[in-house]
């Protein structure tokens, strides 16, 4: 394959360069075109004015630098307005990106303005040459290489490399041993499954609503209701522990139907159901990647996850209905104590939140 | 001026002295980049990343990474008395109290936004042109690499605030580590440090955010850009445009000029934008609680396509006595990136493999003349488009009043369907457009000029191709598909490698087969010299029968005229 001869960097209009050149396919097509000159470059008046308009962006740039700063001093940050179609925000905010995004941004402009009207725009051709190395350096490298491998007996002391080699292998090796204390692990804790497994809903913990922490009695909850629940030591329990562990296991809602519309339930007996006079405690942490639900619909008893749309039969053991969640919400066996009061009769049977490899079926 | 130059003259004699580096600042200096539009998207990539690096830093002066339980007490006042994490009170903080904080903030998320979208579009431009191949494939690798951090650099950098929406984020994320198979809960619990929440979680993000993943990007950029200039950059064809050279403008001055101010002009338009339209507002998200979430929550856009996966992927779990796989889980968010971005990464050489092509590429493609690579991006474009609708499939429901059941129904059957029927339409533009680029070439192109012949005859008047138009036709590549041989030799010896080499060739004829040859030059020559014949033709009948003449060249965008009109063109 041919190709073009040009000059290590010359221009491509050359009045008697070729008029046609050789592409990689063999193919012969047009020389380049002839270069057409700008105004600017013909007219001095017209480059004086590209000239100004240079300069004048970056006047502007510097007057918008300065006024930066009379914002920033003179502006109140707490000052919010309301403009059209965009709507209310922060008058600093505004004002400051404003000054400062036009300061950088005429000093952009300017640079491009000056390279498009006052800079060459001759196109300039400058030869390739294939990535690869000659045939001669390539050989000499390797035989650098050879000698030098020889040289150090990498290849003949076979003890030597395989004494390194195991050395280097298992180097790496405390690094991520170390990494094992990522979790500093209590000396008495339960392993991560048994963890997963738990949480602070035990038997006689009431059931009491999140936010305002009132116990609830059953008379509280109409039929058709949702309440969000947790259990009524959390904050203590959150307080100890000083994060939010337990409540991202503990959350539930609470809702009412009509007995007769409770098809089947998780657990219980016909003396001792799990709901309460068709009050039913589920979890709330979807069992799919763990996102809170409580979108509920009492016609359907559907609870759909907003996050991907799981849905959830709260009349039918709340079993997965539709959606990518794989296991149904697990169910609190809730009763009244004795005075009067929502109180849950044991921890989950089911494990709330996120399948999990040691989870068991 | 010229006091300036002398100045910068000394300094680099000074540096000369010690460093040597007039040398290689010659080779620098005037070295030559092609001009084209396309080829700022990897630019707008590079300029978002300093943008990033620079409000980073910022943001770092007053953001603190810690999980702790605080009472918010600030300007904020919807949100006083709030217990929430001190992650989220500093947000809160940097937003109203540190005077232009909102702003550093603002320009930082729209400035991460930019990043990931330029680096996808800087992406499919390398695809759609060939710029990938030899010898540029380890670049490739490279870019693929980045891409992928800059997807979990972005995610680690919006969930830093601790907000609702970002913690169920991390809620989410936490429910993708207990689906790996065997390691899941451990190394759940080894990131978390403990059970979800805990307390370590953000710390540990922000130190992979602010210095993990940026050391390594330094390191990936510079060797994606180091590379770019050892190889030159590719080009587009054009006249005067070939495999062995290089046709722009020097570094110095233009291109210093242009990309300079370029990055100024990508700051500036960050800036405004932070200016005008509220990014990421935490403070009407709310703090992190475990057991609240807004409907239609949905990521940042760069994650949506994996938000989708996991929507419309069936309810698939497995019990084997004592465990769990959650396919559910595992497949979209693990498995299925893990093929794409593999794929994605092995893509060159996989091209290479089948077309055999071993040949240094410096002249770009254009996608029709590369029918199926093309028909297989716009295949891949296509079904992360669909994943990235199965991620708004609530707000679509919603919006349209659909049943979300219906679509995502129909988005499990329409991933499989719809992306290879938009490979065989877009192979069919290809083709399409390649045989129109054949008529062109050997018909020129209608110049809108009719003709009446004596005879009542009507003729359109066609001029030739335009220089520049032939040089980008001609860049054509013709290439014969690989021979499918028998795998045996005479003697009915079988070739070891029979196998994969018919497999090849298969792949081979797939390929190329469909191609339309380019006209040979003796058909191209004869084509022009049958144009110059009927023009001449068409002159001559003019000439002697109207006695009129023609206006020297027809031009392009003359007014089409009906053909009973006079022609324009003419003059009496």
């Known amino acids: ?361 | 001026m010229s006091a300036v130059v002398d100045a910068g003259g000394k300094a680099a004699g000074y540096l000369d002295d010690r460093l040597g580096i007039a040398k290689p600042a010659k080779g620098l200096l005037n070295k030559v980049f092609p001009d084209h539009w396309s080829f700022m998207l990897g630019e707008i990539a590079l300029y978002s990343f300093i943008v990033l690096l620079l409000t980073g830093t910022y943001l770092t002066l007053w953001y603190k990474p810690s999980m702790t339980e605080v009472i918010y007490n600030g300007s904020y006042i919807p949100l006083n008395g709030v217990s929430m994490s001190e992650a989220f009170a500093s947000t809160l903080n940097i937003s109203f109290d540190v005077r232009g904080g909102l702003l550093m903030r603002q320009i930082h998320h729209w400035a991460a936004l930019f990043f990931l979208v330029s680096i996808t579009v800087h992406l499919m431009r390398v695809f759609f042109t060939g710029a990938f191949r030899k010898p540029r494939e380890l670049n490739w690798v490279i870019g693929t690499g980045l891409l992928t951090l800059a997807i979990l650099e972005g995610f680690a950098g919006y969930s830093l605030p601790d907000d609702l929406l970002s913690g169920t984020g991390l809620r989410i994320a936490q429910g993708i580590v207990l689906s790996i198979p065997i390691i899941g809960t451990w190394a759940q619990f080894l990131l978390f440090g403990g059970q979800f929440p805990g307390t370590d979680f953000i710390p540990r993000l922000f130190t992979v955010h602010v210095l993990l993943l940026p050391g390594i990007f330094l390191a990936l950029i510079g060797a994606h850009l180091l590379m770019v200039f050892a190889q030159k950059h590719t080009q587009y064809p054009g006249p005067g445009r070939t495999n062995n050279n290089v046709v722009g403008f020097p570094l110095l001055p233009v291109y210093m000029a242009k990309a300079g101010g370029f990055f100024f002009i990508v700051f500036g338009v960050t800036a405004l934008m932070s200016a005008f339209v509220t990014i990421n507002p935490i403070w009407a998200f709310g703090p992190y609680t475990p057991d609240q979430v807004s409907a239609g929550s949905q990521p940042d856009w760069y994650m949506g396509w994996l938000d989708g996966a996991v929507r419309i992927f069936p309810n698939w779990e497995t019990n084997i006595g004592a465990y769990s796989i959650s396919w559910n889980v595992f497949i979209p968010t693990v498995v299925v990136p893990g093929i794409i971005f593999t794929l994605l990464g092995a893509y060159p050489f996989i091209e290479r493999w089948v077309t055999g092509d071993n040949a240094e590429h410096n002249l770009l493609d254009r996608p029709r003349n590369a029918p199926t690579r093309t028909a297989l991006g716009v295949m891949a474009i296509t079904f992360y488009g669909m994943l990235w609708i199965s991620g708004g499939n609530d707000i679509i429901a919603t919006t349209f009043d659909l049943s979300i059941n219906a679509i995502t129904y129909s988005l499990r059957v329409l991933i499989f369907i719809v992306p290879p029927i938009a490979f065989v339409i877009t192979k069919r533009i290809c083709l399409s457009l390649q045989r129109r680029d054949n008529d062109k070439l050997l018909h020129g192109i209608e110049s809108g000029n009719i003709l009446r012949t004596p005879e009542g005859e009507f003729i359109e008047i066609h001029t030739p191709l335009p220089a520049k138009q032939q040089a980008v036709i001609l860049s054509k590549h013709d290439v014969a598909p690989l021979a499918i041989e028998t795998g045996y030799d005479e003697n009915g010896v079988a070739d070891p490698k029979r196998r994969s080499d018919r497999l090849r060739a298969k792949l081979s004829h797939w390929w190329y087969g469909d191609n339309i040859a380019l006209p040979s030059r003796a058909e191209l020559e004869a084509a022009q010299a049958h144009a110059a014949h009927d023009y001449h033709e068409q002159e001559s009948v003019v000439d002697d029968y109207r006695n009129l003449e023609i206006t020297s060249e027809p031009v392009l965008h003359s007014a089409a005229v009906g053909g009973h009109e006079e022609n324009p063109h003419i003059k009496h």
């Open chain 1, 1 to 361: 394959m041919s190709e073009i001869v040009s000059s290590e960097s010359s221009s491509v209009y050359d009045a008697d360069g070729p008029n046609e050149v050789v592409l990689p396919n063999g193919r012969f097509a047009p020389a380049p075109l002839p270069h057409e000159l700008r105004r600017a470059d013909i007219d001095p008046k017209a480059a004086k004015r590209a000239e100004r308009q240079v300069a004048n962006l970056f006047i502007l740039a510097m007057l918008m630098a300065l006024l930066f700063i009379v914002a920033y001093v003179a502006v109140d940050k707490d000052t919010v307005i309301a403009l059209p179609v965009i709507g209310t925000m922060s008058l600093s905010n505004l004002l400051l990106g404003l000054t400062f995004g036009l300061s950088v941004f005429c000093i952009g402009a300017g640079a491009i303005h000056w390279a498009k009207k006052l800079m060459p725009d001759v196109e300039v051709v400058q030869s390739r040459h294939d990535m690869a190395s000659s045939e001669q350096d390539r050989a000499e490298a390797v035989e650098i290489f050879q000698v030098g491998a020889d040289e150090s007996g990498f290849g003949s002391r076979t003890i030597i490399r395989r004494t390194l080699l195991g050395a280097l292998a298992l180097f790496p090796i405390p690094l991520i041993v170390i990494l094992r204390d990522l979790w500093v692990t209590p000396p008495d804790s339960p392993s991560p499954s048994a963890l997963l497994k738990e949480t602070i809903w035990a038997d006689g913990v009431r059931l009491v609503v999140d936010g305002t922490n009132r116990p609830i009695k059953p008379s509280d909850v109409p039929v058709g209701g949702l309440v969000n629940i947790i259990p009524a030591n959390l904050e203590e329990v959150q307080k100890a522990e000083g994060n939010l562990n337990a409540r991202a296991k503990a959350s539930s809602l609470l809702i009412r139907m009509r007995p007769e519309e409770i098809r089947s339930q998780q657990g219980g007996t016909t003396e001792e159901p799990w709901d309460y006079q068709g009050i039913l405690a589920f979890s709330k942490i979807c069992t799919h990647v763990g996102c809170p639900i409580s979108l509920y619909q009492q016609r359907t008893h559907h609870l759909l996850c907003p996050c991907h749309q799981s849905t959830f039969d709260l009349a039918d053991s709340a079993k997965v209905v539709f959606g990518p969640a794989a296991r149904r919400m697990p169910q609190l066996a809730i009763t009244v104590d004795s005075e009067g009061y929502l109180v849950a009769r044991h921890d989950f049977t089911e494990h709330v939140g996120p399948s999990f490899w040691e989870q068991g079926s």
